[in-house]
């Protein structure tokens, strides 16, 4: 079950690159770069800085099918898709869910310190769409909008938390996907973001 | 000889790279900067995600000079390069093909699927142009114009099918380069490029 | 000595990356984000380079919780920072001259040839920044504006012309780092900077 949630998340990460791509007026090969790069980036990036390499998607080809598949999928509904952007953000919000978890373990598993695994939780959930962002030649939207890399932090710090209380693995699989979820959810719904800050008027 | 084709293609996207640069009113760091990163950004991209470190151009100084001769060479003649700039074209497309073949080969030797060879050799062939793009803050050329990938792509699967045919490696590294120095050189004159989607109107 | 003055470096790069994100209103992930990378990404890119991995700030906290620290402090002081410009400037002068050298002689510990040990001491010091610029969407200032990572390649430079007549290394760290301070001072003290290249009108 936690498999095809993980590959549910990088189909809803594959789709929202491909509309991103399709806005930018990209070629068919652009469209798919950019949606392997929102798909695999943060995982990409969390194993190449750890040295787990060859990185994750190389060695498991069922996520490059995923991809292809969820590209070629958008593609042919781009017109239909604002009547789904709700199951894309559900998607999104559920790939954004796993996604910390699987960094967050991975973490765990190479003996790192704590706040290195959230690190890596996040990174894995959050840097796809960084990368989709600097492709895109855009200011990474996760920079500067809505409450989302702080949803993965509170996850991944559930998740360290339940673990060294000894709840069993699938349990904490749940509780921690469904708080990321759930503050999602609850700062999309009333429009939550995070403050900015005043920058000096002088400088 | 194959060699000293790739030590062409390196010279050949170090000076594409510098040509940009200098277009872009840097400094000479900043220039030499950006003909390195295009002439060895693919191959040090697919390094890193393979763990094949140090990275290739660590290892082999002929390339470091080469680029650093390349640049200083595109520098001064940087006011005649338009009369040049058909031996450009041709010096890029040797590189993309060679840079293909070199990719996929050693995905190859990692004994890894045959979809990752052809990403491997498009990763290796294209990724420099990506990373120069980025670094001028400009959308990658790739994505959105002409057929270069492409070229790439159909020249990895030519070469993995001509392995699989036993067909000797220095007949294939020629069959392979020349398909991928063709198909590039035909939509050029043709002015043939990849169709991009249209976007929903009401989105 | 040496350790503190790398922690301190460390610390005037995060502080130039958490007022940057600032100026750019960012929200408080994105604005630590952006010191994280700034204060780590050079180091973090000459880790991957070379394989040496996990990455340098994964093993030791000390660096996580002085970018912590420093970022806080930044944000608070945000206002009052022009009076401490000078302080900054002073800062993150001090960590390139070091980071330059952790670049320079990492790369000697590995066996790598001068040429490719300077490269690893300009961008350990110098890519921070530039990482810092392309996640803000910006064109990397070093490419274009003052003598910067110039100053790095004398100085990553005399530290291998001083290691190789065996002066005693902390005596050639306190030397080198010197140089390039200097440098650095002077060439904006006297608003010194490289030259650029007149691009061919006629293209």
Avoid at 41 to 64: A, E, H, S
Avoid at 92 to 99: A, C, E, K, N, S
């Amino acid at each position: 079950m936690f498999y095809s949630l993980d590959l549910l998340g990088t189909i809803a990460f594959a789709v929202s690159g491909t509309l991103t791509a399709i806005h930018k007026k990209f070629d068919p090969f652009g469209v798919f770069i950019i949606a392997f790069a929102t798909a695999v980036g943060g995982g990409t990036l969390r194993d190449v800085l750890i040295g787990r390499t060859p990185v994750g998607w190389m060695l498991d080809l069922n996520y490059v099918y995923a991809i292809i598949g969820a590209t070629i999928f958008a593609i042919i509904i781009r017109k239909k898709i604002n009547y789904l952007s709700t199951s894309l953000f559900l998607f999104d919000t559920i790939g954004l869910g796993i996604f910390t978890i699987i960094g967050t373990e991975i973490g765990v598993q190479q003996d790192l310190h704590p706040i290195i695994c959230v690190a890596l939780g996040v990174v894995s959930a959050t840097f796809g769409g960084v990368i989709r962002d600097i492709l895109c030649n855009e200011i990474p939207v996760i920079f500067h909008k809505e409450i989302y890399a702080s949803a993965c932090i509170v996850g991944a710090i559930t998740f360290l938390a339940l673990s060294t209380f000894n709840v069993p693995v699938n349990i904490n699989y749940i509780i921690t996907s469904l708080i990321v979820i759930l503050i999602r959810l609850i700062s999309v719904k009333f429009k939550l973001s995070l403050p900015t800050f005043i920058a000096d008027t002088k400088g």
